[in-house]
Nanobody, 129 residues
Framework: QVQLVESGGGLVQAGDSLRLSCATSGLTVSMYAMAWFRQAPGKARDFVARISRGGVYIYYADSVKGRFTISRDIAKNTVYLQMIGLTAEDTAVYYC??????????????????????WGQGTQVTVSS
């Protein structure tokens, strides 16, 4: 049974940093592409970042590029999202997701929620301005 559990969210001030963690069980992160999405109040769930199963290909949403970094610890089967320079616009529930399929090449596949097989329950990040 695949399980993803996010942690590390909280209430912070603008300009602060946070590191989110996604602890996994029932899978090996080196066999899955892993991603982060977020959903702000009243808005759709948006793509944030993805790291390929081989760790070679990394994608970021334009809104977070240069501020957020996705990484993984294979030994711990954990994926991270390091966030710096947080603003109120980053306030959202952040979700971890896993994609088992290899060799995806369709345009912007990494942005589509439907390509991910498993999801965590989310962790709340609130940034006060």
């Amino acid at each position: 049974q695949v399980q993803l559990v996010e942690s590390g969210g909280g209430l912070v001030q603008a300009g602060d940093s946070l590191r989110l963690s996604c602890a996994t069980s029932g899978l090996t992160v080196s066999m899955y592409a892993m991603a982060w999405f977020r959903q702000a109040p009243g808005k759709a769930r948006d793509f944030v970042a993805r790291i390929s199963r081989g760790g070679v290909y990394i994608y970021y949403a334009d809104s977070v590029k240069g501020r957020f970094t996705i990484s993984r610890d294979i030994a711990k089967n954990t994926v991270y999202l390091q966030m710096i320079g947080l603003t109120a616009e980053d306030t959202a529930v952040y979700y971890c997701a896993a994609d088992f399929q290899a060799g995806r090449s369709d345009a912007n596949y990494y942005q589509r929620s439907a390509v991910y097989d498993s999801w965590g329950q989310g962790t709340q990040v609130t940034v006060s301005s």
